[in-house]
């Protein structure tokens, strides 16, 4: 069993910081993807930003120029540097992980239990 525990959310004037982590443990054999995903009431969830084990990043356009995705490999952690908040990044967000727990099993998708981001105007 994998757990996905995320820290970091809360409470941000508008173009304020935030830096969320999230740090996976329990049966891993190795981690692809990271990322993290967004979600407001009635909406899809929607990505935020993913990197790949090999540090290739990828950001939803929104987000672009002012939140930044690291990972430690070691220590099996997910970072999200949110600068130059706004009211429109209020969200739960949600860490995602694919894991495989043994060499050569199939990529499990994990998903953290969500932090709140509350960003006021």
């Known amino acids: 069993q994998v757990q996905l525990v995320e820290s970091g959310g809360g409470l941000a004037q508008a173009g304020g910081s935030l830096r969320l982590s999230c740090a996976a443990s329990g049966s891993i054999f190795s981690i692809e993807t990271m990322g993290w995903y967004r979600q407001t009431p009635g909406k899809q969830r929607e990505l935020v930003a993913a990197?790949?084990?090999?540090?290739?990043?990828n950001y939803a356009d929104s987000v672009k120029g002012r939140f930044t995705i690291s990972r430690d490999n070691a220590k099996n952690t997910v970072y999200l540097q949110m600068n130059s908040l706004k009211p429109e990044d209020t969200a739960v967000y949600y860490c995602n992980a694919n894991v495989r727990v043994y060499a050569g099993s199939y990529l499990g998708q994990y998903w953290g239990q969500g932090t709140q981001v509350t960003v006021s105007s």
């Open positions: 990197i790949t084990s090999g540090s290739r990043r």
